[in-house]
């Protein structure tokens, strides 16, 4: 249990390092102090879409998962294990190798909503339906779990704290920007520019290691692939 908890919480660091939704929770802040708001409503309806979405689809994944897993009696055989590193570490190296593109930017609908809580929600909504059936680290995480004979009793907890620990970032940029302190707003734009800066390219080494790492474990284990 222990193992796949450091796991699950591994892969909800990977998550966190989206930095799209940064993007998103910036432009909702910058808007806010233009028009001398506070960018509390806005930022916390966009971030509340995206976790109700991920946490919906993570709860029927494993749920549906588990169902399946019953009604034919499947169990995860070390073939079936060392196949599923193989294609979980091929997908990342491919992921990784992907040329950048400008997934940081600020979406160009974003300005036409962003002083509507309600439509932010609608498209936090939209941007998990998107998300979180391509999301590699979260769907590596629900099979984990899915996997587990028996499965943990609180499983829907943990599908309910992944979801936050991969909110943090945006969150903690959102808390950041909310205090007027001096020190806290240039402590914010370090954050910002970080994540901006570094968050992609992090997010590759971490995706080429681990996919790495999965492919060459697979291969040692070649004879359990037959």
Known sequence: ?????????????????DVLLVGVTTAVIFDSKLGRRSPVPGG?????????????????????????????GFRVTPAIRYWGELG???????????????KGATPPWVPAIRRKPWAL?????AIGLGQAPTAVPYLAGL?????????????PVIVVVYCALALIPPLAVLALAS?????????????????????PVTLRI??????????????LHYRQLT
Request: hydrophobic share 65%; proline share 4%; with cysteine.
């Open 206 to 219: 971490l995706f080429a290691a681990i996919g790495i790492g999965l492919v060459v474990d697979a291969a």
């Open 44 to 72: 916390l309806s966009f971030l509340a879409g995206v976790f109700a979405v991920t946490t919906t689809f993570g709860i029927c994944t494993v749920l549906g998962l588990s169902f399946l897993t019953d009604l034919v």
């Open 88 to 102: 979980i570490g091929i997908a990342l190296v491919v992921l990784a190798a992907l040329p950048a593109t400008a």
């Open 121 to 125: 929600a609608l498209a936090g909504v």
């Open 179 to 199: 205090r007027r302190t001096p020190g806290a707003q240039r402590f914010y734009r370090r954050v910002v520019r970080a994540l901006a800066r570094y968050g």
């Open 1 to 17: 249990m222990l193992s796949l908890l450091l796991a699950l919480l591994f892969f909800a660091f990977l998550d966190s390092l």
């Open 143 to 155: 099979a984990m779990l899915s996997a587990q004979h028996p499965i943990p009793a609180f499983w």
